[in-house]
């Protein structure tokens, strides 16, 4: 096997080590995407006058071939090469003979590795924000069916107050939307043309790089051809976002494992996306939401990986950057996989109605009696200890505000008059909030319009 080295050696290269620091194994993923960047340069030559216009459209001709056959059958994309843009080469040179050996002229890999990576994560991220809108429009889909049901919120895993079980889907949407924008910004950090830069100081052809990017549907050019050469900011960007996304899909995932368990049953898993156990006939496992929990781990530690592996290399290009595209395309499959079956869980989630509206009501509704008494003038922080006391003692005796007389409620304190009894319910809760991030019924149905607009609007 030649490299595309190999004219500077005597010896052959030592074989095991060859194959050990190749990458074709998995950057054949970026063939597509090389091929597609070859094209742009061999177009570029022949503007700069370098390739002759026949040598041009020889070259545009075979890879295309090289193209089409690559797409439609994944095995020819195979060979000892050391990496995918020495399996183009070669097989063009193999076609054309000296147009082929043309191509490479002004251009490294070092610059051509980055450029594939950036047209791969330009067309792939989209796929993923897809993914992610598909979940969205799942829990919108639930956030509507819900309609007025409440259920408890919690903090510190403890329940907190009443809030509209929409409200609650509409939290996970809230973070699931900024993983899509934050999608968006990794794809517009990708969005710049390498080309040019050389291994690191530039190209002695006048290959006018404007037009270029524009061939290539790149919204600007690298600034710098030392920086381009190293540059792998858009990689950990996507980690990055990739990373986020997984933590909200995980958060949701533990949410659903507990909150569709035997102690809580809000929810109930469809049998489809449950598991059972090979020893307990009554098991019924929420594995998949488990596996999401458990391969964030992953994908959180791809972009470890690559900001460790980033932080001690010298300027320019060094081969310890081939490792950015495995965490880059475990990631991607990571994070695909995830929001696929997380999208399928919550299409197949019941409510149990009945359940949540239970929880719902009793002490947790202790900060609204609060809010009761600084309606007639009690300062908050003395109305706190007043309704502090009363849950005291009513937690102690297992009871709850329902238990309370008006003679009760005025035993606690004076302030309390007969329109008491009525004002302490959780539909009183809700339609008491007031502001527009809050669970009034008014602004939940306002912020679910809102999400189904961009729903239907976001390229999904
Ligand atoms: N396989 C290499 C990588 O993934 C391609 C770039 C090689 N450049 C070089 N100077 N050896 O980074």
Not at 107 to 113: D, I, K, M, T
Not at 387 to 414: I, M, N, P
Request: aromatic content about 6%.
């Amino acid at each position: 096997m030649t490299t595309l080295w190999s004219g500077r050696f005597d010896t052959a290269p030592d074989a095991q080590a060859l194959e050990w620091g190749s990458s074709f194994r998995f950057d054949r993923r970026l063939f597509e995407d090389d091929v597609t960047g070859s094209l742009a340069w061999a177009r570029a030559l022949a503007r700069a006058g370098v390739l002759t216009d026949a040598e041009a459209r020889q070259i545009d001709d075979a890879l295309t071939e090289i193209l089409d056959h690559g797409r439609a059958d994944a095995t020819f994309v195979d060979g000892p090469d050391e990496d995918v843009h020495s399996f183009v080469e070669r097989l063009l040179v193999e076609r054309l003979g000296d147009a082929g050996r043309r191509l490479h002229t002004g251009r490294s890999r070092n610059e051509q590795v980055s450029l594939d990576l950036r047209l791969y994560l330009r067309r792939r991220i989209p796929v993923l924000q897809r993914g992610v809108h598909a979940v969205v429009a799942a829990l919108a889909r639930k956030a509507s069916a819900a309609g007025d049901s409440l259920m408890p919120a919690f903090t510190h895993f403890r329940p907190a107050q009443p809030v509209l079980v929409a409200h609650y889907f509409l939290a996970h949407v809230a973070a699931l939307r900024r993983d899509h924008a934050r999608l968006d910004a990794a794809r517009a950090e990708a969005d710049a043309l390498t080309l040019g830069s050389g291994a690191i100081a530039g190209t002695n052809y006048a290959v006018d790089v404007q037009p270029l990017a524009r061939d290539l549907g790149f919204g600007r050019v690298v600034a710098n051809s030392i920086d381009a050469s190293s540059d792998r900011d858009f990689a950990a960007s996507f980690l990055y976002a990739g990373a986020l996304t997984m933590v909200h899909l995980s958060r949701l995932a533990e949410d659903l494992v507990i909150l569709c368990g035997d102690e809580y049953r809000f929810f109930e898993l469809s049998d489809e996306l449950s598991t059972g156990s090979s020893m307990m006939p009554q098991k019924k496992n929420p594995d998949p939401l488990e596996l999401v929990r458990g391969k964030t781990g992953r994908a959180i530690g791809h972009l470890m990986a690559l900001l460790t592996t980033m932080k001690g290399l010298p300027s320019g290009y060094n081969k310890d950057l081939q490792e950015d595209k495995q965490a880059v395309f475990d990631a991607e499959d990571t994070v695909a996989g995830c929001l696929a079956v997380v999208r399928s869980v919550i299409d197949g989630l019941t409510l149990n109605r009945d359940r949540m509206n239970a929880s719902s009501s009793g002490l947790l509704l202790a900060t609204d009696v609060a809010d009761y008494l600084v309606g007639r003038g009690v300062p908050f922080r003395r109305a706190h200890e007043i309704v502090g006391a009363l849950v005291g003692r009513l937690a102690k005796e297992h009871r709850d505000f329902a238990s309370l007389t008006v003679a009760d409620w005025q035993a606690a304190s004076e302030f309390f008059a007969a329109d008491i009894v009525g004002r302490v319910t959780p539909d009183a809760s809700v339609s008491a909030k007031r502001t527009p991030q809050s669970t009034a019924p008014t602004a939940v149905r306002a912020a679910l319009a809102e999400v189904e607009a961009w729903v239907a609007g976001a390229g999904g």
